[in-house]
Structures are given as structure tokens and as C-alpha cells.
RNA sequence: GCCCGGGUGGCGGAAUUGGUAGACGCAAGGGACUUAAAAUCCCUCGAAGUUUACUUCGUGCCGGUUCGAGUCCGGCCCUGGGCACCA
């Protein structure tokens, strides 16, 4: 069949360009741009979400080679997690065969999206390959004793008898059971990321190609703080009580102590008193997520105890709170009703007096609310006419001499809890022996594999209940000894995967010698919803890597680009919410470079971008434009447009300025403009056969495959160098000097570079738009930008 | 509740960062071509005023700084993301 000429068909224009779209990776060479998108969870659903990212990340490699750049953009999978377990119960399948045929599918449809990563280095994080390197690196960090074992609070599904994810507590009760969640205590490992604090928040100041919000997002996470460690005595009992504050100079005004309920202190209360021990079970009825407890009612009860406090010497009561949690600071804060906002809603409930510390020299109305700003201390005793500062300095100094408390800093960021009572994840190479107690299992026997002969019965325990697994000897003593039987957390496997990437079938070393200098990633590419924990948890491993010498860079991603979402409906685009929008319908009706071009127009990559179905018919029209055009083309004749010429280089000065600052969206507006200088040419002559070319190169990074198909330059575009801006061409494009009376627009003048400031005046007096304001009023003040504005201010 | 964003025509957004508000596109309306439709092309398109001109108003709301504010400052409202076991 002959294929009509006004015939536009993304299929066949891609089928016949893809081959030529993939680039080989390059490593290990100077020039290199290392480009690399978050690697996605094999959901099997291929999203908008995941179109976008990856659309982004496959535009600008394609751009950085034109460049010049040595680009190396691969791809792989996030392969381990908690819906393939729930698959698994569900469809009955085993975790790997359906993330298995995920990874197929979605593999399939990146190919269709026309994504061209480089394949060569995948690798998927479930694979024994993969995670042996991560339980290698994590008995370095148990080596260099990063990595420990302690007690941490979980959301406990007593029904099921399982541990549930936050997400996986609705509303206070367990997704499946429907049970009231409670909190539960279990042993666990941690890595101690607050190690690291110091250095991963001195280095955001080196963070300056990340976008600054994610900055001072990371900053606030980490949250130093500096504060006063205080111990009070409990009254009656043998015991003291720790609490942290940033607000000693509040002490004065403390009118209670808050512990969490299972504090060894109301511990030990209930062992005595069953009415309180039901009381404080009562409290630790909720989850553990901080929104939560941060948002849900505040409730205490008083234990029947005081304590005493070291610096005033009066005795407070003590309560134990349900929003107090063990495992933070010491499990215990001081209540000032006067001066913190939680503590007021406490105390109103409670009837606990409101007694103000701090005059901040402003009337305030203590019945209504508390006043949380610092100011001089009253009703301080021997405090009193401090300010805030001096008398939290006074407290610490006190504190210190008597030994009962001391200044402190003090960071919010905690520890980082990589225990998962879940089969589906890296098991965690340690074993447990009788006789050695804790040892890491030994290098040589790494992997650890997860095993697959398993039945789904019970998923907080299928590792436990598998004998095979669980049953080992002792790396030191060689006897009998258990095997941990938690997995880890899915993050730690993405928080060093960039580094493997570099080589992942390496088999002596996490990165093979001769290509660390990949790193660090130069663009990182991915949704704004990951700006804290994973990027915090992959600068923190990161930092590890290299003080153990195997990464050069300290900081992973020199430059990140966060996504908005994909928004429908105004929320999130999530398989749970059921508002998907599928990326393959689309690309069935309008081809993938339709798709891309409708990605990166709708809105700039760092927005949320509101799915909306109209739109993508636009660029499915431009680029049949496009098409009828490059199919159809007149020949060349001789002459040349000047204008036109200008013009065009405007254009492409923009739209390079718009590739640098990432702003796609108006690269694809300027690539449109190009095509309506081409289109609307009377003429195709030797300088529409120049903005041609320049229009190509430009669009190709946006619409690889339609630009390639009608490209007839020698080398592909990818190989074709990015056009040089013509600056004298530049330099004579010339806008009107626009002239304003009292600050607003009254008309224009074209006129010249050399035009003095009184010429230009002279003129606006001459022309008639402008005359008529300037009449019978006398000039007070010229602001003149030149090139641009001129604003005359009369009386 | 706490931390970080966003709010501009009927819609998505633009404004080279304090200097012409509405680029580019969608939708809508009108016209051309066609037996007709689709496709394509051309024109109009923030609001108001007796309307190619001109004037006034207009970037969530209220106030401020400035010759000049979508952009900076203060205070509100609405909305999105994160809050440590979703990834």
C-alpha cells in the first residue's frame, strides 16, 4: 500500500527509527553525564507517574548528546517490597514469578514509550548478585559498629498477629482485620544515620544544584536543635527521669512531667497498680505514624507520682501521655502549659494551672492559648529578668556543677530502624549463636539467598518457619546456630544501587575499580515525594561508601530535579486511590513522541501536573504538521531572510537557556515557534533550510522519533553537534523602548541603541499616545532601563 | 499538628527573576474549502465602558515597600506533598 504523503503515523516512524535511538553507554571517560531517573518498583503498571520521570530523563540525555557528552542512562528495578507480598496472598503466585513478570511487562512498555536507557547495565535489586554487596555492606557498617540492635515501637495487628505498615493502618485499625491497632515493642536493627547527622547537614550547603525547598527539607529533617539534658528525681522511688529540652528557660513553668507509657518508670508503677496499668495500655492504643499522634487527641494520666525538679526544687506530678514516645529522646518531656501549644490543649483538659515564665513584652491572654515566643523570665525566682537565652544558659551551667543535667545538642533525625518482619526483601546476614552471640555472616558464604520454597501462611514469620533458612552454624565456632530471619528495609536496597549501576555484574568488588569515577550521578531524576527519606538514607550510605574508600565523591547526586506529581482529580495518581491513567492507551491512538511532547508541555517538571485527557490531540496535530511538511517540502531557492534569521536565533538562545534550567515545557513552545517561522515562510530559502536544521536538533531530545525519521543530515542527531548561536544576528534583534507615564504603559517608540535619554524623552513628548499624559504637568523623575523601558514620573 | 510547595483567562501554562501580564498550546465562536462530514487553513478570544482607537479594572484575599509588584515584605484563605514500615 503507498502511504499517502498527508498520511502522519507514529508507529511506522518509530518502528523505523528505534534502532538508531539507542546509544551505547559510555564510562569511564572524560565528559561523562551520568543521567540517572529513580528506578521504579516493578508494579507491573506502567503509570504517568513513571512516564513522566522517565520521559525527563530520557530527554535530557538525549540533549546532553547533542551536547557532546558522554551520556550513561541505565535502568533497572526496585525488585523487592510489600506488594508482591500482597499479591502473593491474594493471587496465590510466589513474590518472585509475579515481580518477575512484572519487570517483563514494564521492560516491555519502556520500549514502546520509546525510552532508550542503556539495558546493558541492569540489574534488579532482588537478584543474589545485587544484594550480596548490600549485606556486605552492611557488615561493614556492623564492622565499624553503625549498626546495632534495640527495642522500637511498631503498629501491632493483634488479630493477625502481624506488624503492619503505617499504610496498612486505617483510621486506627489493621487493613485487613479491622482490629484496633496497638503499639507494640519488638528488638530490631538500626543503622546509626545520627552518626552521620553533622556531616550530612554540613554538606547540604554543597547541595547547590538541588532544588532549595529539598535542601532545607533535608535540613529540617536532620533538625539540630540546641537544648539542656535534665534529670529530675522521682519522689518515693529510687529513680531519676532524663528529659530534653529546647526551651529551658520554661523549666519554672513546668507543671508536669510526661512519660511515654512505656517508660521504665510507669513500668514500674503497673507492676503495682493494675488500674494504671490499664490505663496506660489504653494509651498506646493508636499507631505509631508522628501524623498520627501529632494530630490525634492528646490524653494522659496522672501516675501517682512526682518529681522533683533540680532547679526550682518544687515537685510536679508525673503523667504518662500517649504522645510521648519511648523510642525518641529519653522518652519523656517536660509540660509547660503557658508556653507550648500541646501542652495547653494538655493541661485544659486535665485542669493543670497555666503559669507564665516569659514576658515577651506583648499583652497576652493566657485563658485563650499559649504564648510559644521567648522573651525575660517572671515568676522565675533567681531567673527572673534573664532573657530567654541567658537563663537556658544559666539552667545548663547549674545543672552541670550539681551533675543533674547538662547543655546538649540535639538532632530530630533518628536512628534508622532497617529491620522488616517480611519475607519478601534481602535477608540480613547476621546468626545468632549460643556460644559467640552476634556474628555477621562470613564474607565467603555471601550471598545469604532468600529462600523459595516457602508457603504463604503466615507472612510476619515465613523466613522464621522455614528450617531450611533458619537452621546454620556459627561462622566462629562452627556449631549450630539460628539465622536472623528479618529482611531488610526496602530503602537500604535503593540507597546504593546508583553506585552498582556503574557495574553490576562486578564479582570481586560493590564497584569495579575502573569505573568509579561515574560517580557521582550528575542529574538525579525523580518525584518530589522522595526529597527526604530516600535521598537522606542514600546520602548517608553514600557518605559511608566513601569513608570506607570505595566511592571518591561524599555526595551522591550532584544535581537532583524532582518531579511533581501526576495529579487527577487534584490527588495523587496511586493504584489505591484508583485514578490511573495508563501511558499505552495513549500511545496506541498518538504514538510516543505525541505523549512525550504532551509529558513535558503540560507544565514544568518540577509542578504537579493535572492529568487532563484534551491536549495531547495538540501535539498529535503538531507533529502531523510536522509531517506534512517534511514530506512534502519545496525545494531550496537562493535568498536569504534576515529577520527571519534573528528571529530564529532568539528562539534557540531561549530554548538552550530553557534545556539548561530544565524547563521543558517551554522548550516544546519554543521548538512550536521555530516550526511556525518554517511553516509561514513564503519562501523555503538558504535560511529556512538553516532553521530547519536548528529546529531538528532542538526538538529531537523532545520528539526523538518523528525527527529522525524526517532528518536527512549525515550523521544521526544524536551525533549531530547542538547548533552555535549566531550572536551578531542575536545582537540585532531589537524590541520596541517602552514608555510609561507614572508607572504605566503609555505607548512605544522604536528607535535606536545610540538614542540618549533626552532624545527618547523629546520623542514620547512628540507622540500623540503619549503626549496627552505628559501635558501641562512637569517632569519630576526619569527612570530609564536601557534597551528596554523608560518611565516618566510627573506631578 | 509540624516541615516544604502551589494558587495567573473557559483550561494547561508563559513572563530570560522588580520593568509591555497572558508566550506556546487546548477548548470555544466565526469564516474558507467540501454535495456533506472529517481533516486542513484563516480570523476572534481576560473583564467592563456606545468598542480597529481609547479609558478603567485585572495574577487567591487584606495590607505594606517601590517611579514601577504575578515577582519583595507582613497577615489570612484554599490546595498538593512529606512526617521515619507504601515506594
Redesign the pocket.
Known amino acids: 500500500m503507498q502511504i499517502m504523503s498527508?498520511d502522519y503515523n507514529p508507529h511506522n516512524i518509530q518502528n523505523q527509527t528505534a534502532a538508531q535511538l539507542f546509544a551505547k553507554p559510555k564510562l569511564n571517560v572524560a565528559n561523562k553525564k551520568y543521567i540517572l531517573a529513580?528506578f521504579?518498583?516493578p508494579s507491573g503498571q506502567f503509570h504517568m507517574g513513571h512516564a513522566r520521570c522517565y520521559t525527563l530523563a530520557d530527554t535530557m540525555s538525549k540533549y546532553y548528546r547533542t551536547r557532546g557528552f558522554n551520556v550513561f542512562s541505565p535502568m533497572g528495578w526496585?525488585a523487592?517490597?510489600?506488594?508482591a507480598e500482597n499479591a502473593a496472598i491474594k493471587h496465590n503466585k510466589h513474590p518472585k514469578d509475579w515481580t518477575d513478570g512484572n519487570i517483563k511487562q514494564m521492560r516491555e512498555q519502556f520500549d514502546m514509550l520509546g525510552l532508550h536507557f542503556d539495558w546493558d547495565h541492569e540489574l534488579k535489586t532482588c537478584d543474589p548478585e545485587y544484594y550480596r554487596w548490600q549485606q556486605w555492606l552492611f557488615i561493614k557498617l556492623y564492622e565499624k559498629g553503625l549498626a546495632y540492635r534495640k527495642n522500637?515501637t511498631?503498629?501491632w495487628d493483634p488479630v493477625d498477629q502481624t506488624?503492619?505498615?503505617?499504610?496498612?493502618?486505617i483510621d486506627g485499625k489493621g487493613w485487613r482485620s479491622g482490629a484496633p491497632v496497638e503499639r507494640k515493642e519488638?528488638n530490631?536493627w538500626f543503622l546509626k544515620?545520627t552518626n552521620y547527622a553533622d556531616a550530612l547537614l554540613d554538606e547540604c550547603e554543597h547541595l547547590t544544584h538541588w532544588p532549595?525547598?529539598?535542601v532545607?527539607?533535608q535540613k529540617?529533617?536532620i533538625?539540630k536543635s540546641k537544648g539542656v539534658d535534665i534529670t529530675f528525681s522521682i519522689i518515693g522511688l529510687d529513680a531519676t527521669c532524663q528529659v530534653y529540652t529546647t526551651r529551658a528557660d520554661t523549666l519554672l513553668g513546668a507543671q508536669a512531667l510526661v512519660l511515654a507509657p512505656t517508660h521504665p518508670i510507669c513500668e514500674a508503677v503497673s507492676k503495682t497498680n493494675p488500674k494504671i496499668a490499664q490505663a496506660l495500655t489504653q494509651l498506646s492504643q493508636s499507631g505509631?505514624?508522628?501524623?498520627?499522634?501529632?494530630?490525634g487527641e492528646k490524653l494522659g494520666v496522672a501516675i501517682g507520682l512526682t518529681a522533683l525538679c533540680p532547679i526550682s526544687k518544687r515537685e510536679i506530678p508525673v503523667y504518662a501521655g500517649n504522645y510521648v514516645l519511648m523510642d525518641?529522646g529519653h522518652g519523656a518531656v517536660i509540660m509547660v502549659p503557658a508556653h507550648c501549644?500541646?501542652d495547653y490543649a494538655f493541661a485544659k483538659r486535665y485542669q493543670i494551672p497555666v503559669i507564665p515564665v516569659v514576658d515577651n513584652g506583648k499583652e497576652h491572654d493566657y485563658s485563650q492559648s499559649a504564648m510559644t515566643e521567648t522573651g525575660t523570665l517572671i515568676n522565675s525566682a533567681q531567673l527572673t529578668g534573664l532573657s530567654s537565652q541567658e537563663a537556658i544558659e544559666e539552667i545548663a551551667k547549674t545543672l552541670a556543677a550539681s551533675q543533674q543535667g547538662q547543655a546538649k545538642d540535639q538532632y530530630?533525625?533518628?536512628?534508622?530502624?532497617?529491620?522488616?518482619?517480611?519475607y519478601w526483601?534481602c535477608p540480613i546476614p547476621i546468626i545468632y549463636c549460643d556460644n559467640c552471640g552476634i556474628v555477621p555472616e562470613s564474607e565467603a558464604n555471601l550471598p545469604v539467598t532468600l529462600p523459595t520454597n516457602i508457603t504463604f501462611s503466615d507472612s510476619s514469620k515465613m523466613l522464621a518457619n522455614n528450617p531450611d533458612f533458619v537452621n546454620t552454624s556459627c561462622p566462629k565456632c562452627h556449631q549450630p546456630a539460628k539465622r536472623e530471619t528479618?529482611t531488610f528495609?526496602?530503602?537500604f536496597?535503593?540507597s546504593w544501587y546508583y553506585a552498582r549501576f556503574l557495574s553490576p555484574k562486578e564479582s570481586n568488588d560493590l564497584i569495579a575499580p575502573s569505573v568509579t569515577d561515574g560517580l557521582p550521578v550528575d542529574l538525579y531524576i525523580g518525584?518530589?515525594?522522595?526529597?527526604?527519606?530516600?535521598l537522606l538514607y542514600a546520602r548517608f550510605i553514600h557518605h559511608f561508601m566513601h569513608d570506607i574508600g570505595i566511592t571518591p565523591a561524599k555526595e551522591p547526586f550532584k544535581e537532583l530535579l524532582t518531579q511533581?506529581?501526576v495529579?487527577k482529580d487534584?490527588?495523587?495518581m496511586?493504584k489505591?486511590k484508583g485514578n490511573l491513567v495508563t501511558p499505552s492507551e495513549l500511545h496506541k491512538t498518538y504514538g510516543a513522541d505525541a505523549l512525550r511532547l504532551f509529558i513535558l508541555?503540560?507544565?514544568?517538571p518540577?509542578?504537579?501536573?493535572?492529568w487532563?485527557h484534551?491536549?495531547i490531540?495538540?501535539?498529535?496535530?503538531?507533529l502531523?504538521?510536522v509531517s506534512?511538511y517534511f514530506s512534502n517540502k519545496q525545494p531550496v531557492s537562493e535568498g536569504v531572510t534576515p529577520k527571519l534569521w534573528s528571529d530564529a536565533q532568539t528562539i534557540l538562545?531561549?530554548i538552550e537557556?530553557?534545556y539548561e534550567?530544565r524547563?521543558l515545557?517551554?522548550t516544546?513552545?519554543?521548538c512550536?515557534?521555530l516550526?511556525?517561522i518554517i511553516?509561514?515562510s513564503p519562501v523555503r530559502n538558504t535560511t529556512i533550510q538553516k532553521i530547519e536544521e536548528i529546529f531538528f536538533i532542538a526538538l529531537f531530545p523532545l520528539a526523538p522519533h518523528t525527527s529522525s525519521f524526517y532528518w536527512d543530515g549525515e550523521k544521526p542527531l544524536s551525533e549531530t553537534a547542538w547548533p552555535k548561536i549566531d550572536q551578531e544576528a542575536l545582537q540585532q534583534q531589537t524590541?520596541?523602548i517602552?514608555v510609561?507615564v507614572?508607572?504605566?504603559?503609555?505607548?512605544?517608540l522604536n528607535l535606536n541603541k545610540e538614542c540618549s535619554e533626552s532624545d527618547i524623552i523629546h520623542l514620547a513628548q512628540e507622540t500623540l499616545?503619549i503626549q496627552?499624559?505628559l501635558e501641562g504637568k512637569s517632569i519630576k523623575?526619569v527612570?530609564h532601563?536601557p534597551g528596554?523601558?523608560i518611565?516618566i514620573?510627573v506631578s
Not at 412 to 422: H, T, V
Not at 601 to 604: E, L, V
Open positions: 498527508n529513580m521504579p518498583y526496585d523487592f517490597g510489600l506488594p522500637a511498631v503498629n506488624v503492619l505498615a503505617n499504610e496498612q493502618v519488638i530490631q544515620i532549595e525547598q529539598v532545607t527539607m529540617n529533617w533538625g505509631v505514624s508522628e501524623a498520627e499522634i501529632e494530630a525518641y501549644d500541646r530530630r533525625l533518628r536512628d534508622w530502624g532497617i529491620s522488616r518482619q517480611r526483601g528479618d528495609d526496602t530503602f536496597d535503593s518525584g518530589i515525594e522522595h526529597a527526604i527519606l530516600h511533581g506529581m495529579l487534584g490527588s495523587k496511586s489505591s508541555f503540560a507544565a514544568p518540577s509542578q504537579s501536573l493535572e487532563c484534551s491536549g490531540e495538540g501535539m498529535h496535530r503538531f502531523k504538521k506534512l538562545s531561549k537557556h530553557d534550567k524547563q515545557n517551554t516544546v513552545a519554543g512550536m515557534k516550526f511556525n511553516q509561514q524590541r520596541p517602552v510609561q507614572n508607572g504605566k504603559r503609555r505607548g512605544e499616545s496627552k499624559h523623575r527612570i532601563i528596554k523601558l518611565n514620573v
